[in-house]
């Protein structure tokens, strides 16, 4: 397989509900709670690239474009954007679609990096 075609393979979607335990008092999905899925959304696609053990090392900048409202799907879409000997970037998209609704809008972007390692936890190639 291609490391384009991995690319393709590997795009991730990840779909949940904000449901009112998320939010904070503003009725809308902590920042903290969107980074979190964001970071575990990017983990699924950078393994499902690579198939190696892999560590979170940096997240770059993450765009709050819209408050998410509770009571509202939101749908994580993770893409690899750059592979390095040993590390990998994943940006990761959240768009909020209203539950009773058509349509779908971009509300948080953001890129993560990634570091596969060896079972000595040093870095290892993220491709043979």
């Given at each position: 397989?291609?490391?384009?075609?991995?690319?393709?393979?590997?795009?991730?979607?990840?779909?949940?509900?904000?449901?009112?335990n998320t939010?904070?008092?503003h009725?809308?999905?902590f920042?903290?709670?969107?980074?979190?899925?964001?970071d575990?959304?990017?983990?699924?696609?950078?393994?499902?690239?690579?198939?190696?053990?892999?560590?979170?090392?940096?997240?770059?900048?993450?765009d709050f474009?819209?408050?998410?409202?509770?009571?509202?799907?939101?749908?994580?879409?993770?893409?690899?954007?750059?592979?390095?000997?040993?590390?990998?970037?994943?940006?990761?998209?959240?768009?909020?679609?209203?539950?009773?609704?058509?349509?779908?809008?971009?509300?948080?972007?953001?890129?993560f990096?990634?570091?596969?390692?060896?079972?000595?936890?040093?870095?290892?190639?993220?491709?043979?």
């Amino acid at each position: 397989m291609t490391q384009q075609e991995r690319i393709v393979a590997s795009e991730t979607h990840v779909f949940k509900t904000v449901f009112p335990n998320t939010t904070n008092h503003h009725d809308t999905l902590f920042g903290g709670m969107a980074m979190q899925m964001m970071d575990e959304t990017a983990f699924i696609t950078a393994t499902r690239f690579c198939r190696k053990k892999l560590v979170t090392v940096s997240s770059d900048r993450i765009d709050f474009e819209l408050p998410i409202p509770a009571g509202t799907f939101i749908e994580l879409v993770g893409k690899v954007v750059h592979v390095g000997n040993s590390s990998i970037k994943v940006q990761v998209d959240i768009f909020i679609e209203q539950m009773y609704a058509e349509g779908r809008t971009k509300a948080v972007s953001g890129t993560f990096s990634l570091v596969a390692i060896g079972d000595d936890k040093k870095p290892i190639a993220i491709l043979d």
